[in-house]
């Protein structure tokens, strides 16, 4: 289900905790399969459950409830704008129109070509940076105009 390397960072994340509450790595060890596989099928919250030792809604639970998570195939680049209310007063849902327009897409959509898919994001932690979105949930960018939003979107290859 997931290669070797993929469950030796699981096991360097279960090494964390106490022997008996290996459960608690179901984030990083969530976060790891979608790294892997780019989202997170039933049949990999299954077997994370499983490796785990916890109920699979259990680790339902956790991957429907953080956005960061992948339910669905996502396009290679997925960008996540926040648009809660400190980045929507600087220009955040401005910068996400800009990009639909841009790509084309609405919300939770992705580009014909698989390159991108648009997400709504909430708080990144960095208001004072607004507009910002993530990219891949690692890389955030602050400050989104659309002249770096064009300057993002070419370099990522639209």
């Not at 106490?18 to 969530?30: E, F, N, T």
């Not at 919250?45 to 809604?57: N, T």
């Not at 959509?109 to 993530?134: I, R, S």
Request: aromatic letters at 8%; proline letters at 3%.
């Amino acid at each position: 289900m997931l290669s070797a390397e993929a469950l030796k960072k699981i096991d360097r994340e279960i090494a964390k905790y106490p022997a008996d509450q290996k459960q608690s790595a179901v984030m990083s060890a969530l976060a790891i399969a979608q790294s892997e596989k780019g989202w997170l099928a039933t049949e990999t919250m299954d077997f994370i459950a499983d490796y785990l030792g916890m109920p699979s809604i259990a680790v339902y639970e956790v991957a429907t409830f953080y956005n960061m998570y992948n339910l669905k195939p996502v396009g290679r680049y997925k960008l996540t704008v926040c648009t809660n209310l400190p980045c929507a007063l600087s220009g955040g849902n401005q910068a996400a129109d800009y990009i639909k327009q841009r790509l084309g897409i609405g919300f939770n959509e992705t580009t014909a070509d698989g390159l991108f898919t648009l997400k709504e994001g909430e708080c990144m932690g960095a208001c004072g940076d607004a507009p910002v979105l993530l990219v891949n949930n690692k890389r955030m960018c602050s400050f989104m105009t659309e002249s770096q939003i064009d300057q993002l979107l070419e370099e990522l290859g639209e």
